[in-house]
């Protein structure tokens, strides 16, 4: 069963860097089929994707993040992680990591993270 | 605004059927295959349909999911009080070159 775990810092800066960790456990993130993505949710609203890494460390980010995202692999340590620059009150989320499955025209999530907490604030 | 439009809330009784609809463009739905989640309060969301009908192992087969056109929609049969949460759909936008979420449904069983 895999199994997937955010970490980091659950208060950031108003300007500062966000940086979070995803921890696969059960499965490895070099394995073939399998992109590792995050995505996050403002509190009472909606989920917006963030972006993905291949394990060869190919990226795709969403366009309204990409000058303040990115996302980078370990593969030594079976984890990913995230870092959003410059970051404002309205980047206050809950944060998921998730496996994707991404084949020709399909898409989807097939295991996420419990989700953490990141607050912007002074 | 979310790419993918869905209502904002649905309801039903327990043992009614319920359908939530997505409708999107040619850019996503139209070319792209649609997943659905099904997020339970102060959980993360959970795969439900995959590939506009497909079940992963362990989603019960009242869960059911279709897709035509530029629209989908995830219906679910034999509703039961544990089914009460937000439903989200999904899709790739090639135009917009990422994967976009509808704004998600709330049902409530009555």
């Known amino acids: 069963q895999v199994q997937l775990q955010e970490s980091g810092p659950g208060l950031v800066k108003p300007s500062e860097t966000l940086s979070l960790t995803c921890t696969v456990s059960?499965?490895?993130?070099?394995?073939?089929?399998?992109?590792w993505s995050w995505i996050r949710q403002p509190p009472g609203k909606g989920l917006e994707w963030i972006g993905y890494i291949y394990y060869s460390g190919s990226t795709n980010y969403n366009p309204s993040l990409k000058s303040r995202v990115t996302i980078s692999v370990d593969t030594s340590k079976n984890q990913f992680s995230l870092k959003l620059s410059s970051v404002t009150a309205a980047d206050t989320a809950v944060y998921y990591c998730?496996?994707?499955?991404?084949?020709?025209?399909?898409?989807?999530?097939?295991?996420w993270g419990q989700g953490t907490l990141v607050t912007v604030s002074s | 605004q979310s790419v993918l439009t869905q209502p904002p809330s649905a309801s039903g009784t327990p043992g009614q059927r319920v359908t939530i609809s997505c409708s999107g463009s040619s850019s996503n739905i139209g070319s792209n295959t649609v997943s659905w989640y099904q997020q339970l309060p102060g959980t993360a969301p959970k795969l439900l349909i995959y590939?506009?009908?497909q079940r992963p192992s362990g989603v019960p087969d009242r869960f059911s999911g279709s897709r035509s056109g530029t629209s989908a929609s995830l219906a679910i049969s034999g509703l039961q009080s544990e089914d009460e949460a937000d439903y989200y759909c999904?899709?790739?936008?090639?135009?917009?070159?990422?994967?976009?979420f509808g704004g998600g449904t709330k049902l409530t069983v009555l």
């Open positions: 998730a496996r994707a499955h991404i084949a020709g025209a399909t898409t989807f999530f097939d295991y």
């Open positions: 059960g499965g490895s993130v070099s394995g073939d089929s399998y992109f």
């Open positions: 999904a899709a790739w936008d090639d135009s917009l070159n990422g994967l976009v």
């Open positions: 590939t506009n009908t």
